[in-house]
């Protein structure tokens, strides 16, 4: 089987031109298939600002309302996704740029939640991989803004690291998949300040003691459920690591390796 | 060689969810293969105000800076774009959205005006016609927003009218072409409040005797000069005329037609 690159990278990223720039270069030289998921970064918070809507939380949660879903469906799978992709194409990568509702390439429902109303926020149902093959196929690469659709025409807000868990582990049938999260820590830390305390490698039962201990919390948990979820269900290989160190992640010698 | 329908709405037409909806639907049940272009609309301009961008005119032209570029990109590609998609989705047609970076699908160069610097605008160079063809080979219809790319890295704001020109023209050596362009008005007026003055086919000598009677003036000059450009380039067939007869201007039965 070829090789696959699942590689997510986060809002920070980003939100940093020189660092989205080293990134994307790291992104052009992998060798074999490749699909980049970009999240959101502060441009959707700041453009909520000016235009006066204000973001709603709950539970420390933000909920995505009819104003939040335009802001988002604009910053990401608009201003962000297409500067990715020029910048790509001037890299000499034939990228395309896609969402969840382009060619039907990810159905979701809009999340039922009886405590909390996240508003149009989607969880995902089906990834449409004869696309994702047919287009890199023909040596395309990939980029994918994290909106999805209902397939009754309603745009959804969802997870970025969710999505390339799911496009991953949709084709670890077809390739040998790599998924690679790239965010603004080393890896798995010990100690949350301190980059030296990097855990290399980290399987179930050692998680599953972190967490119980405390040192693996809040958004490093679901990150962490999608690693082992991706594994489980044919994966290759998951690294979590510095988005500045892509190459180094996409070579396997930085960041924290995930395993069964 | 099979039929393929290159519509194009305007603005006006994406600021109305009903006869948005109602262009779709006609565009839902073209027999043959089909491309969308759609304009920008109100929105852009809206949005430029609630963040406090002011819009420059030159000579009634806007100019494209920076700021009005991030916007029409978040706007065009991003929100009009694949709410679109989503709701072309739901009628059961594979839609796949795409700006002009996608693919490289069109290939732009800043325009060079020795008078005024329009920005940010781009001048058309090159459509990846294999890319279309590839795309509509698989049943999709493709949805395109009028922002393009120079190679480089830069996004281009880039004429919708044109575009469909440009496309329509390129896709002429494989396809039998039908060039659609749907606006506010009934088709070519003798008197521009009557809509039952409409010229119901024209040619290139009326086209310049009515210019020259100052009776077509305005935007509608290089509409009709794109449209001519068509004709004299392999497209089959061009019609102008109003966004809400959409399936009439499929059927030939509404609008202008344009004939060399």
Known sequence: MENLYVIKIGGNIVDDPTLLTSCLQAFAQVKGHAILIHGGGKLATSLATSMGVEQKMVDGRRITDEATLKIV??????????????????????????TGADGN???????????????FVGDIDTINTDLLIELLSKNRRLVIAPITHDGKGQLLNTN??????????ALSGTYQVHLIYGFEKEGVLMEIQDPSSIVLRMDRPLYDSLKAQKII????????DNAFKALEHGV?????????????????????TIQL
Chains 1, 2 share one sequence.
Not at 105 to 119: E, S, V, Y
Not at 217 to 224: N, R, S, T
């Open 73 to 98: 469906t604009m910053v990401y799978a608009g201003y962000i996704n297409k500067n990715i992709v020029a910048q790509l194409q001037a890299k000499g990568v034939d990228a395309i740029g896609l």
């Open 236 to 256: 290759q290989s998951v690294i979590i690591g510095k988005a500045e160190k892509m190459n180094e992640l996409i070579n396997g010698t930085a960041g924290t």
């Open 160 to 169: 970025a690291d969710t999505i390339a868990q799911s496009i991953a582990t």
């Open 105 to 119: 390439l990810i159905k979701a429902h809009q999340r039922i939640n009886a405590g909390i109303d996240f508003g």
């Open 217 to 224: 919390v809040d958004g490093m948990i679901p990150k962490l």
